[in-house]
């Protein structure tokens, strides 16, 4: 069974930055942030791989967040930079064994998800 447990939101003002982290539990997975803003369906936000070689991000946050982990066990961080009131959301990492894309129906294990407020 995988565990992820998320931290570091808040409410920020536009402009400001935001970290994120996800710790997984368990044998290293790729693993996916993904968000789900007010009356809007979950979408992806970034993804890493299990080793941290490579990152994938979503159009509307590239330049702005970046994603890392250092090893294949540890926490996986979401730096979110210039944050505009569009990011506000409710922020969750998962897990896959598969992918660190955008594929929601592949990733296995989620966490409770944290809020991400950012005010004009």
């Known amino acids: 069974q995988v565990h992820l447990v998320e931290s570091g939101g808040g409410l920020v003002q536009a402009g400001d930055s935001l970290r994120l982290s996800c710790v997984v539990s368990?044998?290293?997975?790729?693993v996916g942030w993904f968000r789900q803003g007010p009356g809007k369906d979950r979408e992806f936000v970034a993804g890493?791989?299990?080793?941290?070689?490579?990152?994938f991000y979503a159009d509307s946050v590239k330049g702005r967040f970046t994603i890392s982990r250092d090893t294949a066990e540890a926490p996986v961080f979401l730096q979110m930079d210039t944050l505009v009131p569009e990011d506000t959301a409710i922020y969750s990492c998962?897990?896959?064994?598969?992918?660190?894309?955008?594929?929601?129906?592949?990733?296995?294990?989620w966490g409770q998800g944290i809020q991400v407020t950012v005010s004009a």
């Open positions: 890493i791989t299990s080793t941290g070689s490579q990152p």
């Open positions: 368990g044998r290293a997975y790729h």
């Open positions: 998962a897990a896959s064994k598969v992918t660190c894309k955008s594929q929601r129906p592949l990733y296995a294990s």
